[in-house]
């Protein structure tokens, strides 16, 4: 089913690029039952902090009326940033899985955050190597430069 | 000012250890101005999100209309957790002060977080080492044992 949750995943990175909001889908699932799916809304919430996953954890802790979700997967396009990993932690996910590193952000690639002994919650994770998040990504920022080198150029 | 910023903050703790929310407050200061000050809501939101610092930015940005929060400093009784540690390199604080480490969940303390180079922003930061603020967690987690350990009992 790993599959199929992640393409939905990627189906709200999706329609994020097509709000020229930042691509980055999530979806959260229980009980082999897709509980939450979601998108970066940044823009449209005018929320600095409405990154995807924020949103579908404070959806799905409300939906199940509990801040525990250990029974629960979270499928993420991007490696979930320092910030998104944090709130990963403190809901007690059963498994992260995500679509393609962030070197830039990602609380794996930066800290090793998934396998610190510290920290008092463990989940499993792993990383899909998502070419098709990956390119989505890759496509939204070549895009935005462009719209500013013409903007510059006017 | 900064011990009567941190002060208000204090107060803030205070409000919150008095609604039976786990004692954290947070002020945010732009132009030598309180700009916003709240506490930890997550029993009142029934959010497990909503620490004090992720509410505190969001009003911030909303009442800046920015995101970027490049001229403000950030005072927090306790140290940013990793989520909030995050949020808080999100929306390019200037400076944060806070009274007292939290070594199973702080961001510096577990990580280093403010002094990792790899992260796309750095701001100066100041550990109070605050007793009142470090007494009002012990004496808050104190009380909620007991509650506990008397309901166990009956």
Known sequence: MTDSFFDLALQEAKYAYDRDEVPVGAVIVCNEQVLVKT?????????????AELLAI??????????????CDIYVTLEPCVMCMGAIFH????????GTPDYKWGGESLFNMLSEPKLNHHLDFTCLESSESAQLLTSFFKQKRQKQKKKNSC
């Open 58 to 71: 404070q959806e799905a802790q409300n939906s199940l009326n509990d801040w525990r979700l250990t029974e």
């Open 91 to 98: 809901a007690r996910f059963r498994r992260l899985i995500y």
């Open 39 to 51: 998108h970066n809304r940044k823009q449209a919430q005018k929320d600095g902090l409405a990154h």
